[in-house]
């Protein structure tokens, strides 16, 4: 099984920098890729981006596109996400997720393992 933790949350003001960590740990080799969605009180889970492992390939929520950019440290095993010129509708839970290879990578139910999730709160 893999273990999944985030870190890098805060507060910060609309038009600044954040970049989440995504520290996984365990049955890592058997990972496809990793997904980072973010939730809201009394709202559903939101799609953020996904990272393919192999050929790296990419997905962005349309509403972080050209904004947010997910990569990975290898040799760390870690994946970050790149949060940059922060709005204040970007104010949520991040979660990193592992894409266990099949389904959607928009869709939640294509994630098995979960972290605990990471506030951002972004003032205006």
């Known amino acids: 099984q893999v273990q999944l933790a985030e870190s890098g949350g805060g507060l910060v003001q609309a038009g600044d920098s954040l970049r989440l960590t995504c520290k996984t740990s365990?049955?890592?080799?058997?990972?496809?890729?990793m997904g980072w969605f973010r939730q809201v009180p009394g709202k559903e889970r939101e799609f953020v981006a996904a990272l393919i492992f192999i050929g790296s390939g990419t997905l962005y929520g349309d509403s972080v596109k050209g904004r947010f950019t997910v990569s990975r440290d290898n040799a760390r095993n870690v994946v970050y996400l790149q949060m940059n010129s922060l709005k204040p509708e970007d104010t949520a839970v991040y979660y990193c997720?592992?894409?266990?290879?099949?389904?959607?990578?928009?869709?939640?139910?294509?994630?098995?393992?979960w972290g605990r999730g990471t506030q951002v709160t972004v003032s205006s």
């Open positions: 997720a592992d894409f266990e290879g099949t389904g959607r990578l928009t869709s939640e139910s294509a994630y098995g393992n």
């Open positions: 365990g049955r890592t080799f058997t990972r496809a890729g």
